[in-house]
């Protein structure tokens, strides 16, 4: 089967009018190749609707800012399923990114981020004020609540007895809720 030139030559006459700006051009455009690419497109999303009528707009967009690049060596649709290839990787490639990133990230509410920045702040006064303990407290707090150390490791580490490290914890716990009391000015 062979088809005639001019029926080609038809084609670029009426994407060079639809590019500029001819409303009937346009109308044929959009009734007579749009569809074809919106199959081809529609194809090769997984039957997405929202998908394919982005990237036909997309194709369509294109496809008339290149309007002089069309040269009617095969059909307007074909030239177009062309261009909807080219987009279509783009879009590919998007979502695979998108996937990586939503394995990567957690939706952050302004919730959350409140609860962070409170949190934060609260890690912060409490370094603080163990920083205002003695050296021994600080260690016994650290070790225990921060290494979660059992008492009878710590003793052992510090060369103490079990009782001597729970007297210790108790008097620098109390030292701590001081020094955070302190701390709200």
Not at 134 to 157: C, F, G, T, W
Request: aromatic share 4%.
């Amino acid at each position: 089967m062979t088809i005639d030139p001019a029926f080609h030559h038809g084609e670029v006459d009426l994407l060079l009018a639809s590019a500029a700006g001819d409303p009937t051009a346009v109308r044929r455009l959009l009734d007579e190749v749009a569809p074809v690419v919106y199959g081809f497109v529609f194809a090769r999303v997984g039957g997405s609707e929202a998908a394919a009528e982005d990237l036909l707009q997309e194709t369509l967009l294109e496809a008339v800012r290149s309007a002089s690049g069309f040269r009617g060596e095969s059909s307007l649709a074909t030239w177009m399923c062309a261009i909807a290839k080219r987009r279509l990787a783009r879009h590919y490639e998007a979502e695979r990114k998108a996937e990586v990133a939503r394995h990567g990230l957690q939706l952050v509410t302004e919730e959350d981020e409140d609860r962070d920045v409170e949190r934060l702040d609260r890690q912060d006064e409490v370094a603080r004020a163990l920083g205002r303990l003695s050296p021994l407290h600080r260690q016994v707090l650290v070790l225990k609540y921060l290494d979660d150390m059992s008492v009878e490791n710590i003793a052992s580490q510090m060369g103490r007895t079990r009782t001597q490290i729970q007297s210790l914890l108790q008097r620098a716990r109390q030292g701590l809720r001081g020094e955070l009391d302190g701390d709200d000015g």
